[in-house]
């Protein structure tokens, strides 16, 4: 993967929607195309796409009408239709209008030190045949809060943080309430949170004030300076819970771990999720490294190592059934800046990261 950095540095919602919809508007094209393949193979209906993605810019625009006009900017500047940028910005409501689950996906941890900032480290795990380049981009919102988020094209958000010390981190979850009709997408929530929180019970509650029709977790960190918190906010349209730390670390896989909302868990009982965040939690000391390319190491591994923290795909089977790491992403709340790595954390070096 090869990650392009934007700089859209306006407040106006829509001004930089069009600048970040022209400057990835080949990028945008190339994700319109492979959705549109990944939708058919699990089952979704090509004629509905059009319906989906226009009640997926409606569910935005009720929810943060500043991000509806951003989504409408991406499709002024990419020149395509504003339904394909919501078809795009809801593609886990769309699978999950279908039921369409997977076996691998993000692993993430979080430690937090006596002092100092959270200490974090995620996999972005996503299917090999998708588009082979990604976007950070810088914002600065009408409130002055700058932001730096990783995203795929045409996307509000997913990973990243802000100036005023909050971050998140971003995992797939999956519930049997889920996909009745088209909630608020949870690339949105993530994006809300990343322009709107100060801290890190006001992102909890922009978390939760989403009504959403697809399952994440949202694992959220803060750091005032002095500090640091950090908690995971599960999303379905079966409720919402909060999942905070234990003995200084928070980790989360691709299950639920509240055990109301685990009642409607979808992930088979032979998923890889559960010995993965196993062996997060054993890999503490790994993980809680200074350096992130230290840090590293404590996911650079694979199923022979007792669970596939680091993913590769497996070629015999089909596009839509195959997982690989894409990304591997940290997050830097001291000095206010993203780290990642263009790959698996097994192919990572010491000059293989880049800072945003």
Known sequence: MTVRRLIADTP?????????????????????RFYRRLFEAVGVRPADLPELGAASVDAIDRWSPDLGEEVRGLADGSGRPTWELGMLN?????????GATGEGECSTSVVLPERGAPITLQTWD????????????RH???DGVEVRYFAEFGMLGKIGLNDAGVGVHFNILNHAADGDGIGVPVHAVAREVLDRARGLDEAIAIARSARVSASTVLTLVAHDGGGSDAACVELSAGGSAVIRPEDGLLTHTNHFLDPELARGEMARATSDSYPRLDLLGRNRERLAADTVPE???GI????????????????????????QTLLTAALDLEAG???FHEGTPCTAAPASWQVF
């Not at 106006?12 to 319109?32: C, E, F, Q, S, T």
């Not at 996503?126 to 981009?137: G, I, K, L, R, T």
């Not at 596939?308 to 059934?321: N, Q, T």
């Open 337 to 339: 800046v993203l780290w």
């Open 12 to 32: 106006d919602p829509r001004a930089r929607g069009k600048l970040v919809g022209a400057a990835g508007a080949d990028g945008i094209a190339l994700n319109v």
């Open 90 to 98: 809801a593609r886990t409501e769309i699978l999950a209008t279908v």
């Open 295 to 297: 840090r590293a190491l």
């Open 126 to 137: 996503w299917h090999d045949e998708s588009n082979p380049d990604a976007q950070v981009v």
């Open 300 to 323: 650079a591994v694979h199923s022979e190592d007792g669970a596939p923290l680091c993913c590769h795909a497996d070629p015999d089977l089909p596009f839509h059934k195959r997982w």
């Open 140 to 142: 600065v919102t009408a």
